[in-house]
């Protein structure tokens, strides 16, 4: 996973949610599941739009 692709997450999650959950980062995705399911959701949306 690109460092990239995390920032571009990051930026749009904080500027939808503020800092309501948690980015902390793990190895596979995020500590928060909320924020790691939406995150996932998100990248299959930019996969599959390629």
């Known amino acids: ?3 990239s692709i995390r920032s571009r997450f ?5 500027s ?3 800092n309501k959950f ?3 980062r793990t190895h596979l995705g995020y500590q928060d599941a909320v924020v ?3 995150f996932f959701f998100w990248l ?3 996969e599959s739009a390629a």
């Open 36 to 38: 790691d399911r939406a």
């Open 16 to 18: 939808i949610h503020g």
């Open 1 to 3: 996973m690109s460092e």
């Open 10 to 14: 990051e930026r749009l999650y904080r």
């Open 22 to 24: 948690s980015l902390v």
């Open 44 to 46: 299959e949306g930019r």
